[in-house]
């Protein structure tokens, strides 16, 4: 009962529209301001101040350990999960909505923001389950919708095709673009606002790889999509704006093409050129 | 950090800079060899121009070579999109030079119409002006580069005067016409080597900072800088 009562502010504010927008045009969804946020006594990211747009797929870019798959994981507060950890100043706000504010339950707010990782990660259940999963967990039952929901999701993650004959094998039985592309069908079941990826594509073949970026082509007329990525090529054809980080800093962030025509700072000129360190 | 592959963009570079100089010494040359009546030189630059035309299949090989396999992003595909523009132009600027001559070596089996004085002046300028330009590869300078596309209109001016002249020269004479009609096609030919020493100084601009200024008349008239 607590839960569902403290988790009514994100669920209200986030049928409202964006309350602002860039200097694009486009409206500001996720609101990241002065960021610090710490594990245990290191500091991993240093007063980030960004805003993600609605709708679009922002990319994250930066050598390991420069703190994007940290920044990542604070939008759905996966790094709750990991002892001492602490966002220890500034804000995210979802639509005008602090995430970390106390009436916000973490469990309601990861229905809005799900995640796909870089090793696909089905659960040891049939396809079918592996969608219905969250759902279930939700107390929906009703065999109708939930066939309806899983047509839909594989089809959304452009996996029905290939699996519709066997919806009761193993998840697990699936090559591993195909596992990759039934995370994301399982992730877009309970219907999030964003999705974050981290580095979704790292241990797929390149015709795996186009299939999701693909899917990530047609996933953004419907959510907002945030993707970590080492591949130069991945940001700049799947990505609307890319920001790139250094030591836990935010150094640029900016539309796409700007960032791979005319970077105009040198820290990202030679990192997307390859030159770096 | 250095690259394995960095070394052929430095040679990218010095061909396309030793095009440059290639092409402005045939300009140079030609005018020479017209202003002087020198045979030998006028046929010099009709035999040097393959240097500049397999310089600038060089270029284009290796720009392509390089998207194809290196990827290049910012800086470095400005640099490979802009080398193949302005070899392009470079080497265009090596056939007006020798056009130029194959005139300056019909022009010498005759007395000269008048004394070379506005010919010389209009392709100082257009030397100058590609100089500039190259100039600004060497070293990104936006606002040498927007003085050259400035300069053109002077060279424009030069041309449609010399164009009026030669005309009263053909009416008023008409055995003057074959020898005006050779100067009126070189002065054209000055006019467009300034005007391929633009389309570089344009490019130059977008190689140091990826502004497109082509066709900005409001830039030319000098109501905007960059």
């Known amino acids: ?148 929901v899983v047509e839909k999701s594989l089809r959304g993650a452009a996996l029905w095709d290939e699996v519709k004959d066997r919806l009761h094998e193993s998840g697990l039985g699936l090559s591993g673009g195909q596992q990759q592309r039934l995370c994301i069908a399982r992730t877009i079941a309970v219907e999030p606002e964003i999705i974050l990826m981290d580095e979704p594509c790292s241990a797929l073949d390149p015709i795996a790889t186009a299939k999701v970026e693909e899917l990530i ?27 790139f980080f250094y030591m836990g800093k935010l150094i640029e962030f900016d539309e796409t093409r700007n960032i791979f025509m005319n970077p105009k700072n040198p820290q990202t000129e030679a990192y997307v050129s390859g030159r770096f360190g | 950090m250095k690259r394995f592959f960095d070394s052929e963009l ?85 056939d007006e030079a020798t056009n130029i001559a194959k005139r300056a070596l019909r022009l010498a089996a005759e007395p000269p119409l ?3 004085v506005d010919i010389p002046r209009m392709a100082g300028i257009a030397v100058e002006m590609l100089r500039d330009a190259l100039e600004c590869f060497l070293h990104a300078d936006n606002a040498k580069a927007v003085a050259v596309v400035k300069r053109d209109k002077e060279v424009d001016a ?8 030669l005309s009263s020269y053909m009416v008023e004479q008409p055995g003057t016409i074959s020898r005006a009609l050779e100067l009126m096609f070189i002065s054209k030919g000055i006019e467009r080597i300034a005007d391929h020493a633009t389309n570089i100084a344009e490019e130059m601009v977008f190689l140091s900072d990826a502004q497109d200024i082509r066709h900005d008349e409001s830039l030319k008239k000098g109501d905007k800088a960059l």
């Open chain 1, 1 to 148: 009962m607590e839960t569902a009562s403290s988790a009514a502010p994100l669920k209200r504010s986030l049928a409202q529209p964006p309350s602002s927008s860039d200097a694009s045009g486009d409206s500001t969804l996720i609101d990241i301001q002065n960021l610090d946020f710490y594990y245990g006594a290191k500091q991993a990211l240093f007063d980030i101040n960004l805003r993600i747009p609605d709708k679009r797929v922002t990319a994250f870019i930066g050598p390991s350990g420069c703190g994007k798959s940290t920044l990542l994981r604070c939008l759905n507060r996966m790094n709750d999960l990991i002892d001492g950890t602490a966002v220890k100043r500034g804000t995210i706000k979802v639509r005008g909505v602090d995430i970390y504010g106390r009436t916000v339950d973490p469990i309601e707010l990861r229905k809005r923001v799900g995640m796909v990782f870089q090793k696909s990660n089905p659960f040891p259940k049939s396809i079918y389950e592996n969608i219905t999963y969250g759902l279930r967990i939700q107390g929906v039952n009703n065999k109708t919708r939930l066939d309806e």
């Open chain 2, 114 to 116: 008048k004394p070379y």
């Open chain 2, 10 to 94: 430095e040679t990218f570079r010095s061909d396309l800079l030793r095009m440059g100089e290639v092409a402005v010494r045939q300009v140079r040359d030609a005018l020479q060899a017209l202003v002087t009546g020198d045979v030998k030189l006028a046929e010099r630059v009709i035999a040097a121009d393959d240097e500049l035309d397999e310089l600038e299949k060089r270029i284009d090989t290796e720009a392509i070579r390089y998207m194809n396999l290196r990827s290049p992003i910012a800086t470095e595909l400005r640099l490979v999109i802009v080398g193949m523009k302005a070899s392009h132009d470079l080497e265009r600027v090596g």
């Open chain 1, 217 to 243: 082509h047609e996933l953004k007329k419907q959510f907002t999509i945030i993707i970590v990525t080492h591949s130069m090529q991945q940001a700049a054809r799947c990505s609307d704006r890319t920001a």
């Open chain 2, 158 to 165: 030069l041309n449609k005067q010399l164009y009026r002249e």
